[in-house]
């Protein structure tokens, strides 16, 4: 079966680092999305990762290595505003997205 | 652009009734999707389009039913209404190709009763 795992919840400190990950098993793999959810809100877009590596876009970086099944998001001089789940999805063989549950992120001040 | 808009945001349903959920984007984008979000559970694709006329099933389409007449809208039907169809909705869209995200409208609570 496909699976992609994440930890339920996380808790930081406002201006701290934190990391989130994600391991995945699915049927073939053609890319690797993290998606941003404010509670009682859609999804939006963060990141794309199809090769091993790391990709950075401002406060918020994504690795992935494909041989490990594993990537996570780098959340960096974190913000109140930065409370919300944070969704890890893989497009597998069929190029449908295999979403992960989401993990909550806590900010404290 | 408005993006992808989604009515209702809110519906109460009792069980056996029928509703349409309606999606409506204005991105010009052909692939358009269905999903549902339980509580503690990842998105699950319920229905997705790669264009006008065409739609697929996705991995929990029983119980539901779409079509695609137009590029801009993608209903969801709802048939016999069941509990278990309980949840948030949601409708995307995107351009083809796999490297493209997808943009999601703002979602529509359904409860069944």
């Known amino acids: 079966g496909q699976n992609i795992d994440q930890p339920t919840e996380m808790t930081a400190t406002e201006g701290a680092i934190v990391q989130i990950n994600c391991t995945y098993q699915?049927?073939?793999?053609?890319?690797l999305f993290w998606y941003q959810q404010h509670a009682g809100e859609a999804p939006t877009f963060l990141s794309y990762?199809?090769l091993d590596g790391l990709e950075e876009k401002g406060r918020f970086s994504s690795f992935l290595s494909r041989s490990k099944g594993y990537s996570y998001l780098l959340l960096k001089e974190l913000q109140m505003k930065d409370s919300a789940s944070y969704l890890c999805?893989?497009?597998?063989?069929?190029?449908?997205?295999?979403w992960g549950a989401g993990t909550k992120l806590i900010i404290k001040p | 652009n408005a993006g992808v808009t989604q009515t209702p945001k809110f519906r109460i349903l009792k069980i056996g009734q029928s509703m349409t959920l309606q999606c409506t984007q204005d991105?010009?984008?052909?692939?358009m999707y269905w999903y549902r979000q339980d509580p503690g559970m990842g998105l699950k694709l319920i229905y997705y389009?790669?264009?006008?006329?065409?739609?697929d099933k996705g991995e929990v389409p029983n119980g539901y039913n779409v079509s695609r007449s137009t590029t801009e809208d993608f209903p969801l039907r709802l048939e016999l209404a069941a509990p278990s169809q309980t949840s948030v909705y949601f409708c995307?869209?995107?351009?083809?190709?796999?490297?493209?995200?997808?943009?999601f409208g703002p979602g529509t609570r359904l409860t069944v009763t």
């Open positions: 995307a869209s995107s351009l083809p190709g796999l490297t493209y995200e997808q943009y």
């Open positions: 991105m010009n984008h052909n692939y």
């Open positions: 389009s790669v264009g006008a006329g065409i739609t």
């Open positions: 699915t049927s073939g793999f053609n890319g």
């Open positions: 990762n199809v």
């Open positions: 999805a893989v497009r597998d063989s069929n190029y449908q997205l295999i």
